[in-house]
């Protein structure tokens, strides 16, 4: 099987976490699949990388913030593939214009446009987990964009979909989707499974387990999406097309 997994910025907080993903993922390779992971930026990272940038130009240019922005998921992604390194498992990380990710020129919020997985495959056929950094990919120019917060997501979803990959899952600190953030509702109920349609709606109502274009993504290429706790090791919410 390909899998496709994506790993949140609280999945990969610190040392015993990063550690924790590696685990999983390289008890996968072992079982015979190809494995490819989408990693966001450590923990409250971009926030600070906003606020460094904020002390030198509070409206430093859009470009310029996308190249430095990008930098946080690219650090996730290098540790994550040195600590799969460290487990016995070949691994290589890629920046999101190595991995072939496309996308219009909106800085800061571009919408991806193709990728062309070609490297993807060559490293995958060559025995190695791949781990790409998310929320960014290049623009026409071959300017580094970022696609908005919460744009792993679509990353993921969007390289499960050009890889035809047989599994997508997305790591988070929450176990599935809720009908109500259970952080502030101890009585919200949690879905098995979810169609894209009622995830929109969740999202449009202020639900933040999902990135919209992501749930896009998946609706357009018919990609079942299952968010679960990077914690628990309990199965989580499938989104999908529930027909």
Same mark, same amino acid.
């Given at each position: ?8 910025? %609280?999945?990969? /907080? ?9 685990? $999983? ?6 079982? +015979? ?10 923990? !409250? ?22 190249? =430095? *922005? ?6 996730? #992604? /290098?540790?994550?593939?040195? #600590?799969? /390194? #460290? ?16 996308? !219009? @020129?909106?800085? @800061? ?25 998310? &929320? ?5 120019? @071959? ?6 917060? @919460?744009?792993? !997501?679509?990353?993921?979803?969007? *390289? ?11 790591? %988070? !600190? ?10 502030? =509702?101890?009585?919200?109920? $949690? &879905? ?24 896009? &993504?998946?609706?357009? &290429? +018919? ?9 628990? /090791?309990?199965? +989580?919410?499938?989104?999908?097309? *529930?027909?």
């Amino acid at each position: 099987m390909l899998i496709v997994q994506k790993y949140g910025g %609280t999945s990969l /907080g610190d040392t015993e976490r990063v550690r924790g993903a590696a685990r $999983r993922v390289t008890g996968l390779a072992r079982q +015979g699949n190809q494995v490819v992971v989408v990693v966001s930026a450590q923990g !409250d990272m971009t926030d600070m990388l906003i606020g460094k940038a904020a002390q030198v130009n509070r409206r430093g240019a859009a470009r310029e913030m996308d190249a =430095y *922005l990008a930098a946080g998921e690219q650090m996730s #992604a /290098g540790l994550l593939a040195m #600590a799969i /390194g #460290a487990m016995g498992y070949p691994a290589v990380s890629l920046t999101g214009w190595q991995a072939g990710i496309q996308t !219009d @020129g909106v800085h @800061g919020n571009a919408r991806i446009t193709g990728i062309s997985p070609e490297r993807i495959r060559q490293e995958l056929d060559a025995g190695k987990i791949v781990v790409v950094a998310g &929320f960014q990919g290049v623009d026409p120019e @071959g300017d580094i964009t970022t696609l908005g917060r @919460g744009g792993s !997501d679509t990353t993921a979803v969007a *390289l499960a979909a050009y890889l035809k990959a047989d599994k997508c899952q997305i790591f %988070t !600190d929450v176990d599935g989707v809720y009908d109500r953030d259970p952080r502030l =509702y101890p009585d919200a109920t $949690r &879905f098995g499974r979810i169609s894209y349609e009622k995830m929109m709606a969740l999202i449009e109502n202020g639900a933040q387990v999902l990135h919209d274009r992501s749930v896009e &993504f998946a609706r357009e &290429f +018919g990609i079942k999406v299952e968010v679960l706790s990077a914690f628990t /090791g309990e199965p +989580g919410t499938i989104v999908g097309d *529930l027909e």
